[in-house]
């Protein structure tokens, strides 16, 4: 059975940092590409940021770009995201995701695998 599993959300104050971990089992996701995704309250899921399989190529999105940055052990088969100077907007359940591919993955709809997510909250 794969299983993706976050783990390091938590409550911090703004200008905090937290990193999240992924951790995959059930098989090698060496070939995947990984993500992250986050849904706020009342919000739909977005795109946070991406990594190829061989960690040579990432993306973010736009609001987290130069504050977060995700990287990969794939003899650990995991995958983190080094949060930065996190901001109160920034509150959400974060979920890590696998997609099959060598290449940077952005759309959510190319997604295989899911994590349950991680609660992530900012006070200001």
């Known amino acids: 059975q794969v299983r993706l599993v976050e783990s390091g959300g938590g409550l911090v104050q703004a200008g905090d940092s937290l990193r999240l971990s992924c951790a995959a089992s059930g098989r090698t996701f060496s070939s995947y590409a990984r993500g992250w995704f986050r849904q706020a309250p009342g919000k739909e899921r977005e795109f946070v940021a991406a990594i190829s399989w061989s960690g040579g190529s990432t993306y973010y999105a736009d609001s987290v770009k130069g504050r977060f940055t995700i990287s990969r052990d794939n003899a650990k088969n995991t995958v983190y995201l080094q949060m930065n100077s996190l901001k109160p907007e920034d509150t959400a359940v974060y979920y890590c995701?696998?997609?099959?591919?060598?290449?940077?993955?952005?759309?959510?709809?190319?997604?295989?695998?899911w994590g349950q997510g991680t609660q992530v909250t900012v006070s200001s």
């Open positions: 995701a696998a997609a099959p591919g060598v290449g940077v993955v952005v759309g959510s709809r190319e997604y295989r695998y």
